[in-house]
């Protein structure tokens, strides 16, 4: 048989199995590997059953048996369950509340002499539980490690929203997560993105709302390029909205201001609500004429409103003056785009 040493830093130890008298014998080293003394030990198959569990003895026995019957090699993974008894360490009984464990069986064929049927199968058992218990860990480890460069990400992303809107850290926080909810890109993705186009582009004068909307809509593209994105956008006005009311096509929701990221959610819940009013076959008219400036949020909010529209059978109509400030103009190609509100 091969004599392939097995690791020698894990501990291990030696068996030999008698497949026609049901009887296995452990080596010392066998024998601590499951919690025993360390001395050769003769155990039942229904002790090596006791200590795998059915579905580990089964897998064992199956691979035991295929070396005996073809004479190839082994090696398989097993957990260990139960304490085997005292026949196997009596003087260890604390060893039966140990928390499970694997390990690695080996074996090839071992006839008793030449030209006769092969009846015994012998290697070794590897106690594989600390290298495993070595992998999580540092599973684990290189999680936490991810963990914390996201949660940097993330805070270096806030602190560009709490420079260019004026907002404290949760509300930067809660706008970062509004985006990225409403966009459908991870958190960590978006942040990163972020960061990566500020790091390259020379940013942010106080109230720069509109090149960081405008970086946001960049990164959620690709994430690459970085070149200068384009004059940014004056200091941000609060937004005014009235409505929605009925008009002559169906809705009426007129909006004034700047609807940014910091005013993109009250933008989308009074689309949303103008939306719940209409009836088909009314229309969602939006009048933006008294809008300065559209982000690429608030585009976003719009496109999404135009889907939903169109399912309910309340079609949305935009209402824009050419001399607002739209950060995504191609994302409203395909949208009802009017100069005026419809009769």
């Given at each position: 048989?091969s ?24 080596s010392a ?48 993974q ?36 030449p ?25 684990v ?18 602190g ?17 997560k ?79 201001g ?8 009250r ?15 009314e ?8 809008v ?16 939903r ?22 994302g ?12």
């Amino acid at each position: 048989m091969s004599r392939t040493r097995p690791p020698l830093d894990l501990p291990t130890g030696t068996y030999v199995a008698d497949l026609p008298g049901g009887r296995w014998w452990w080596s010392a080293g066998t024998n601590a590997v499951h919690g025993g003394e360390r001395r050769w030990t003769a155990l039942s198959a229904d002790r090596v059953r006791d200590l795998y569990g059915p579905a580990g003895w089964q897998h064992l026995l199956a691979a035991v048996r295929s070396c005996a019957l073809h004479g190839e090699p082994f090696a398989v993974q097993v957990p260990v369950l139960t304490d085997p008894g005292p026949a196997a360490h009596p003087a260890a009984p604390e060893a039966a509340a140990a928390a499970p464990r694997a390990v690695v069986v080996t074996g090839a064929a071992d006839p008793e002499r030449p030209g006769t049927p092969l009846r015994r199968v012998r290697g070794h058992v590897v106690d594989v539980s600390a290298a495993t218990d070595g992998w999580i860990g540092q599973r684990v480890q290189e999680q936490l490690e991810v963990a914390l460069a996201s949660r940097t990400l993330i805070d270096q992303a806030k602190g560009a929203l709490m420079l260019a809107y004026g907002v404290d850290a949760e509300e930067a926080f809660g706008l970062l997560k509004w985006y990225s909810m409403h966009s459908q890109v991870k958190l960590a993705v978006l942040a990163q993105r972020l960061v990566d186009l500020v790091s390259r582009t020379s940013v942010l004068p106080a109230g720069a709302h509109g090149r960081v909307d405008d970086l946001l809509d960049r990164a959620l593209a690709a994430g690459e390029g970085g070149r200068d994105g384009g004059a940014a956008g004056g200091p941000g006005e609060d937004l005014v909205v009235e409505g929605p009311r009925p008009c002559d096509a169906g809705r009426l929701l007129t909006v004034r201001g700047e609807v940014d990221l910091l005013t993109a959610r009250r933008f989308a819940a009074a689309v949303g609500t103008a939306e719940a009013q209409a009836a088909p076959p009314e229309r969602v008219v939006v009048d933006l004429t008294g809008v300065d400036y559209l982000g690429s949020a608030a585009v976003s909010v719009l496109t999404a409103a135009d889907r939903r529209c169109r399912r309910a059978g309340t079609p949305l109509t935009v209402v824009l003056d050419r001399d607002c400030d739209v950060r995504d103009a191609t994302g409203l190609g395909a949208l009802d785009v009017r100069a005026g509100v419809p009769g």
